[in-house]
C-alpha cells in the first residue's frame, strides 16, 4: 500500500534557516528566469548576492506579517509571505515552491492558509503582483478566485496586479472549512 505525504504549513520565523534558503531558491528562480528571457543570461552572481541580503523579509514578522512554510512531509518545500498595507488589506508575497515538489498539490493549500493568515491579521482584501512570464503563477491566482485589478504598486518587474476579497461574506456558505494541513 502507498504511504501518503502530508503537506504541513506553519509559521516560521522570517530570519530562520529555513527561510533564508527558501528566500534564496525564490529569488535565484525569479530573477534568472527574468534575465535569461530579457538579456539571455543568468543573473550576475554578485547582485543576485546583494538583493538577497538586502530583502531580509523582516516584514514578514509579527504583528504586521507573517512567513509560512510549507512542508512536504518533513522536507521544507515552500513559502508564502503575507504582510498587511493597510489595516484591512494584505499583500501575498513570495509564493513558492521547489521545482521538484510542484505539481502535487501544494500550492492551493500555501495560497489559502496565507489567505487564513491574512484574515486573523485583520485584512478583508488581498492583493499581490507578478509577471507575464510567471504563468504558473497567474493561473493558479486565477483558478484561486483572484481577479486582476489595476496597478497598485510601483514595482518596475510588476506586470499583472491581482485581489482577492477575504471578507466571510465573500465565502460560499458550503465551502468546507479549510485545514493547513492537506494530504496528497
Known sequence: MARMTTWTIAPEPYDSPVAAALWRAYYTEVSDRWYLLHE???TDPAELER????RTGAELAPPSGELLVARYGDEPAGSAGVR???PDTAELTR???YEHLRGRGGATPLVRAAEDAARAL???RM????RTDLVEARTLYA???YTETARHNEDPYAEHWFTKDLSPASVPAAAPARSRTARR
Request: no cysteine; net charge positive; aromatic share 4%.
Open 127 to 130: 492583493i499581490l503582483d507578478t
Open 51 to 54: 538583493e538577497i541580503a538586502a
Open 122 to 124: 485583520g485584512a478583508r
Open 143 to 145: 483558478r484561486l478566485g
Open 40 to 42: 539571455g543570461h543568468r
Open 95 to 97: 509564493v513558492f515552491l
Open 84 to 86: 498587511l498595507l493597510a
